[in-house]
């Protein structure tokens, strides 16, 4: 009992511990000079899924990978990069997985086609279940 009380509180202590004290980038929080650059900036960053929520961009997480990841976008920006080249660059370092539009492939077509493929399946099945209904 005594192990696990104390293997709770040594599990419970991680995301407390996820985050660093450094301050954040420069960029992370601080919007671009030139509204045009930070609104390609931000339509960029809208696009890109925090690696640590999950379930948010990386515009709306307030996580300090995506302050980083939101930092680096500004800059790439700023210098005159294009957006779709700061994309390739992110998902070439982090994968398919940091964009909510991953490209089809043999790794991600199970997540094109399972939606298909569950409505047709639901599609059958009502049909079958109203022809006993009315029969």
Do not use: H, N
């Not at 995506?66 to 500004?74: E, H, P, Q, T």
């Not at 994968?95 to 492939?105: A, E, M, N």
């Amino acid at each position: 009992m005594k192990r696990a009380a104390i293997l709770l509180a040594l599990l419970s202590t991680g995301p407390a511990l996820a985050d660093s004290k450094q301050p954040p980038a420069a960029l992370s929080y601080t919007q671009l000079a030139d509204p045009a650059q930070e609104a390609r900036a931000k339509a960029l960053m809208e696009t890109l899924r925090c690696l640590v929520c999950q379930g948010q961009s990386i515009a709306d997480s307030d996580a300090e990978m995506a302050g980083d990841m939101r930092a680096l976008v500004r800059e790439r920006v700023a210098k005159g990069e294009q957006p779709a080249a700061i994309r390739s660059y992110l998902i070439q370092r982090y994968g398919d997985y940091v964009t909510y539009d991953p490209p089809l492939s043999w790794v991600t077509a199970p997540l094109w086609i399972a939606p298909l493929l569950l409505l047709l399946v639901g599609v059958l099945l009502a049909r079958r279940l109203f022809r006993k209904g009315s029969a």
